[in-house]
T-cell receptor, first 118, second 109 residues
């Protein structure tokens, strides 16, 4: 099956520091990956669509300079939260499509990364 | 605008059957998904419907009516481990997923 691995699963950092989260597709090539944020008791909120070899497409209201996304290869996308503040504390989840399965839109999710900014 | 509606919370008894409804209004339709999400974990795929009708997969079934913009997820023989949030999502004309807020299902003994 299609496996997406996300790392780290938990991270605690001080306010003002930067945190990098990695998302890897382990057994397929993902030309497109998605980054979501989820606050407690709320649904997933799409932050940006990450396209291999090009700039990410950000959703309205998401700061491009704060949430840096790099999709340098077909199996790796990274999200860097720059100058993190307590309000950035959230559950960040990546996902990818396995286009071998046809363009059904089905997403495979990473395990998620819980960020706590002190 | 695009909108997905599903109940916020439902309670059911172990061994019983529960139906979680989802209605949607989206720009285009390329399928409807149901995902299960346990607290603190990422969502896991349950089902995909693109044609009208019922898809059965073990204890879980999913139904779709495109003309009514309606779907439901049916869970049979409920087990305590089924306590989770169930997310309805629709792929729009660009295959972007539009997410519902999720239904928290509480299973009682």
């Amino acid at each position: 099956g299609a496996v997406v691995s996300q790392h780290p699963s938990r991270v605690i950092c001080k306010s003002g520091t930067s945190v990098k989260i990695e998302c890897r597709s382990l057994d397929f090539q993902a030309t497109t990956m998605f980054w979501y944020r989820q606050f407690p008791k709320q649904s997933l909120m799409l932050m940006a669509t990450s396209n291999e070899g090009s700039k990410a497409t950000y959703e309205q209201g998401v700061e491009k300079d704060k949430f840096l996304i790099n999709h340098a290869s077909l199996t790796l996308s990274t999200l860097t939260v720059t100058s993190a503040h307590p309000e950035d504390s959230s559950f960040y989840i990546c996902s990818a499509r396995d286009h071998r399965r046809g363009d059904t839109g089905e997403l495979f999710f990473g395990e998620g990364s819980r960020l706590t900014v002190l | 605008g695009q909108n997905i509606d599903q109940p916020t919370e439902m309670t059911a008894t172990e061994g019983a059957i529960v139906q979680i409804n989802c209605t949607y209004q989206t720009s285009g339709f390329n399928g409807l998904f149901w995902y299960q999400q346990h607290a603190g974990e990422a969502p896991t795929f349950l089902s995909y419907n693109v044609l009208d009708g019922l898809e059965e997969k073990g204890r879980f079934s999913s139904f779709l009516s495109r003309s009514k913009g309606y779907s439901y997820l049916l869970l049979k023989e409920l087990q305590m481990k089924d306590s989770a949030s169930y997310l309805c999502a629709v792929a729009d004309s660009n295959y972007q997923l539009i997410w519902g807020a999720g239904t928290k299902l509480i299973i009682k003994p």
